[in-house]
């Protein structure tokens, strides 16, 4: 258990320590939040908690002993400073989302090259596996695995939207993620420490990040958090199923946005307050209210994707699916029935 611990705890104390480094260094320079239709702080929060994360990440992996310096991981570590550096530029002045895009996709194809591969898929259906190791199955699997990657990056990054949300549902992931890795069925002890880093790491940033948060993730951090999880769970004996049951909320919310965009005539990454969030918000709920609630739920849904198999896994889906469209309808409705009011008032 200690090869566990040791590494969450380091990457923990790490990232405090870099934080109280980074925080003032921000401030001198100026490192602010952006102001955009996305973001609801009205004080000067600085976006240095994706730049300390990474770096804390990346230092602790190199020194952990137990871990072999594959290519997949040197594919991992090399994503997230490619999507630190790319970060980094928009957290400083916005970039256009094409390019963002563009990065994404390529740090995507990067470890699937070095190997971060899904080489079978369970039929949600029989329970039966759908070998992609061969053939035109390579082809398959690196769709599949750029799809996957891009779409959690992009639906943490749309998570950030309130204090200490997306950091928060990061923790319970890479942990659920730990736990599965240690399943004498999966027994992946390197992902589990990989996990543990991880979660060290964007715990240690949750303490700053945590509603009144004293710094951001900015656009670096919200994509390395996305990122991270992404690989991690095609590491993990490809169970992206569990991954996908956990972060339910965010790729749910994230889809639900997407259509709503489309059936608007919007771009589909023009940012807006459609997210659940931030209705939640609309409804004067707390931002504190709304982060424990989302921990509640995740937690809830981690320990149903860790004790059930693939059959039950698309089951619970379906039913977090429909409770998010009706919650979303109700919300909707309350919310509408509060500006009608309001304007007649």
């Keep these: 258990m200690a090869k566990y611990l040791f590494p969450f705890l380091t990457a923990f104390l790490l990232t ?17 939040e952006r102001k955009s239709a996305r973001h609801i702080h009205k004080k000067d929060i600085y976006r240095i908690g994706g730049v300390a994360m990474i770096l804390v990440f990346n230092l602790v992996i190199l020194l952990n002993k137990d871990l072999v310096l594959t290519p997949e991981l040197w594919g991992m570590m090399v994503g997230t400073i490619v999507l630190m550096v790319v ?16 990065f994404q996709v390529v740090v995507s194809v990067l470890v699937f090259v070095l190997g971060v591969r899904i080489y079978y898929v369970t039929n949600p259906l029989s329970g039966g596996v759908i070998n992609m190791e061969y053939g035109i199955g390579v082809l398959f699997s690196a769709a599949l695995v750029v799809v996957w990657i891009v779409t959690v990056i992009n639906a943490t990054n749309w998570l950030d939207g309130i204090d200490g949300l997306s950091s928060g549902i990061a923790v319970i992931t890479a942990i659920t993620i730990a736990v599965l890795s240690l399943r004498k069925e999966v027994s ?137 469209f009706v919650a979303s309808w109700a919300i909707n409705k309350r919310i509408s029935t509060i500006r ?6």
């Design 16 to 32: 405090v320590l870099l934080m109280f480094v980074f925080m003032p260094l921000a401030k001198l320079i100026g490192w602010k």
């Design 87 to 102: 970060g980094v530029r928009d957290d400083i002045k916005e970039i256009y989302w094409k390019i963002q895009f563009f």
């Design 188 to 324: 992946q002890p390197a992902v589990a420490i990989i996990a543990a880093i991880f979660s060290g790491t964007v715990l240690g940033f949750l303490v700053f990040n945590f509603n009144p948060a004293r710094a951001m993730a900015g656009t670096s951090g919200a994509m390395f958090l996305g990122f991270a999880i992404a690989v991690l769970a095609v590491f993990s004996g490809t169970k992206i199923a569990t991954a996908i049951l956990v972060m339910a909320i965010p790729i749910i919310d994230f889809f639900w946005v997407i259509g709503q965009r489309i059936r608007s005539g919007q771009p589909i990454f023009r940012p807006d307050r459609n997210h659940l969030h931030y209705r939640l918000l609309e409804l004067g709920w707390p931002q504190k209210k709304i982060a424990l609630v989302y921990y509640l739920i995740t937690s809830a849904i981690a320990v149903i994707a860790l004790n059930t198999r693939v059959i039950g896994k698309s089951l619970t889906l379906a039913i977090a699916f429909l409770v998010m």
């Design 340 to 345: 009608i009011n309001e304007n007649n008032s």
